[in-house]
């Protein structure tokens, strides 16, 4: 009577939540199983007690009764046992293998995730361990790249940028002391050719060296409105449809304004070349979970899935025009910044890079 009493006081002592995430512990599992187990015996004790009013049991029947007790009581015991030993062991030597074979089978196997228990839970936390391995070691390869990159990046720019000046200045000394059409039309080639290299240049070796930001709290939505001001006749040239869906609740961020804003700028300019004319490029900003997420989205042609992987490599591009630069300089900005630049994608269908930087006055 008491046992019945005692389940219903748990019951309504803990919230309904609560309750249904203890249902799959292996804990309330093992508790009711065996509170199931010493009820059998004593389903039974009572069951020969109430026999037993209306036609007596002598010695030796009682007896074996006591003896069939201690049976039955083993003989569940055992069963239990047994069930739980299965039910605890199988999951955990799974869980054993797969990390035994790790390093072999290589970070793309997982562990299928068979119940809501403790051994589940270990298993997702595995399965996430893995993803979050594969991560950190595609990032650390990436930045590896990225320093070998730059190292590279600032040694040619630094042997390009001499004789570049003075091819410059040769051009310009041939304009100042001859004339003729020709002479004029050749010089002109080699003049903006030599400002184009320069400019390449300038953006190596902006890529190649380590700028430190220059935090302090700022406003995202008017920096995005000043970005998307600075670029509205671009997208008219371009026939693109400039939008905004500011969320005007959005705390102050600390950051380098002028980096943020180049960042901004380069994920515009990738928009317009990504849509065709009458395409829509959309900029929105959010908070979530203290994070202030700045996002550019467009309708173009998209990214495919096996270059998904390699756009946010230095000199990795699709397009005709550019150096494959811009992308690299902007997550490595957004790294700087503690935050980071995610995209999502789908050929055909259209980009979505999104900006994550923290929220409040935070102070690095």
């Given at each position: 009577m008491f046992r019945p009493v005692g389940f219903l006081i748990l019951l309504f002592s803990i919230k309904p939540g609560e309750f249904l995430r203890t249902g799959g512990s292996i804990l309330y599992r093992a508790l009711s199983a065996f509170s199931l187990l010493a009820a059998v015996p004593l389903l039974v004790f009572g069951t020969v007690l109430f026999y037993e009013i209306f036609s007596p049991i002598d010695i030796e029947g009682r007896r074996f009764l006591v003896f069939a007790l201690l049976l039955v009581t083993f003989a569940s015991a055992l069963i239990f046992g047994f069930g739980l030993i299965i039910r605890l062991i199988h999951p955990i030597l799974e869980l054993k293998d797969s990390v035994s074979t790790l390093v072999e089978s290589g970070l793309d196997k997982t562990i299928e995730v068979k119940s809501n228990d403790e051994i589940g839970e270990l298993s997702g936390a595995f399965n996430e361990m893995i993803v979050n391995l594969r991560q950190a070691i595609d990032e650390q390869e990436r930045l590896c790249r990225l320093a070998c990159t730059g190292e590279l990046a600032a040694t040619l720019a630094h042997e390009i940028k001499n004789p570049l000046h003075a091819i410059g200045g040769a051009a310009s000394y041939i304009r100042k002391n001859y004339t003729g059409s020709l002479i004029e039309e050749f010089v002109k080639v080699i003049s903006d050719e030599a400002v184009r290299i320069n400019?390449?240049?300038?953006?190596?070796?902006?890529?190649?060296?380590?700028?430190?930001?220059e935090p302090a709290p700022n406003d995202m939505n008017r920096l995005v409105e000043e970005t998307?001001?600075?670029?509205?006749?671009?997208?008219?040239?371009?026939?693109?449809?400039?939008?905004?869906?500011?969320?005007?609740?959005?705390?102050?961020?600390?950051?380098?304004?002028?980096?943020?804003?180049?960042?901004?700028?380069?994920?515009?300019?990738?928009?317009?070349?990504?849509?065709?004319?009458?395409?829509?490029?959309?900029?929105e900003t959010k908070s979530n979970n203290g994070n202030i997420l700045v996002s550019v989205e467009d309708n173009g042609r998209g990214i495919a899935e096996e270059n998904l992987k390699q756009i946010f490599n230095p000199f990795f591009t699709t397009k005709t025009r550019g150096t494959g630069l811009g992308l690299a300089i902007s997550k490595k900005i957004a790294k700087e910044h503690d935050g980071d630049l995610q995209v999502r994608s789908s050929a055909g269908k259209g980009s979505i890079f999104t900006l994550v930087l923290r929220g409040g006055n935070q102070n690095k």
């Open positions: 400019k390449l240049t300038s953006t190596l070796l902006n890529f190649a060296r380590p700028v430190q930001p998307l001001a600075l670029l509205t006749q671009e997208s008219r040239d371009h026939g693109v449809i400039l939008e905004k869906h500011l969320f005007r609740e959005l705390p102050p961020v600390h950051c380098d304004y002028n980096q943020i804003k180049q960042v901004l700028i380069n994920l515009l300019i990738n928009a317009f070349d990504a849509v065709h004319e009458g395409g829509t490029v959309t900029v």
